[in-house]
């Protein structure tokens, strides 16, 4: 499987975020190491790792549109 690996800039730069508010607010709240970013060579550069986001971001919004029905199923709106 095919990686792509990002900088804090590019990752802001494809997302449409600020570069401060991914190192401020995201990583670590939403954005783990070792899920979505690493730490190569234990530095302290950090590289995102784009799939992983990309399929998380798609599947948390795929669930904020989600209303939970009582027989198990789901409607979305």
Not at 11 to 40: M, W
């Amino acid at each position: 499987m095919k990686t792509t690996y990002l900088t804090t800039e590019e990752l802001a730069a494809r997302i449409k975020y600020d570069a401060k508010t991914i190192r401020n607010s995201l990583k670590d709240s939403v954005l783990f190491e070792g899920k979505h970013y690493i730490r190569p060579f234990g530095g302290r550069k950090i590289l995102f790792l784009w799939e992983s986001i990309e399929k998380d971001m798609v599947t948390a919004s795929k669930h904020a549109l989600s209303i939970p029905m009582a027989g198990g199923g789901v409607i979305h709106g």
